[in-house]
Each structure stands twice: as C-alpha cells, then as structure tokens.
Nanobody, 125 residues
Framework: QVQLVESGGGLVQAGGSLRLSCAAS????????MGWFRQAPGKEREFAAT????????TYADSVKGRFTISRDNAKNTVYLQMNSLKPEDTAVYSC??????????????????WGQGTQVTVSS
C-alpha cells in the first residue's frame, strides 16, 4: 500500500508561483510513473502532468505546458509540481497519484492505483 500526501497549496495572485510536493510512504513509488491531476469546482478531474520512473520523461496538458514543471526525487520518495505564471483558471484541488503498474509516463487517471487527498490551489485575479 502507498500513502501519498500533498502539500504546498494556497492562495496566490495571478502571475504568481507555487510549488506543490507529494511525499510517498509505505510501498515506494520510486520505480513507477507519477502524475498530478486537478479538479475545479463543478468540473471533471483533469490531467496536468506526469513523469516517468527515472524523471527523464515528462508530459503536460496543453493548458499548463510551458508554465508547470513536474520533477521527482526518488531518494526522498517525493514528486514536485512547480507552477509559474498562475492564472485564475488554474484554481483547483491538485492531487498526486502513483501508477504502480507503469514505468513510463501515464496521462490517464484510470491507470493510476494510488491517490493523495489533494491540496487546494486558489489563484485570485
């Protein structure tokens, strides 16, 4: 079993930055793909970013490409999401996830096995 705990969310003005962290405990996710997803009020959960097991490959949703950067530190069992140039439409609960059957990048939520509780990100205009 894997426990994922996100941190780093908060309130920021448009144009600002936040860095989210996701710490894994229990069974490690260091050998598997990890991802960040987000869900805004009244909307479906959507993919934001994913990273392969080694950190050498990343994929982003078009809506965040060029502004968000996903990274990981396997020695710390932690994945990060650096969010720059934030916009009000980035407001959502951000959740990290571990795809324990895949080592490459994974952008489909259904393929993830473990999820964190999420952290709120609010961007004011």
């Amino acid at each position: 079993q894997v426990q994922l705990v996100e941190s780093g969310g908060g309130l920021v003005q448009a144009g600002g930055s936040l860095r989210l962290s996701c710490a894994a405990s229990g069974r490690t996710c260091s050998s598997y793909a990890m991802g960040w997803f987000r869900q805004a009020p009244g909307k479906e959960r959507e993919f934001a970013a994913t990273i392969n097991w080694s950190g050498s490959t990343t994929t982003y949703a078009d809506s965040v490409k060029g502004r968000f950067t996903i990274s990981r530190d396997n020695a710390k069992n932690t994945v990060y999401l650096q969010m720059n140039s934030l916009k009000p439409e980035d407001t959502a609960v951000y959740s990290c996830a571990c795809a324990a059957r895949f080592r490459g990048v994974v952008d489909a939520a259904a393929l993830y096995d473990y999820w964190g509780q999420g952290t709120q990100v609010t961007v004011s205009s």
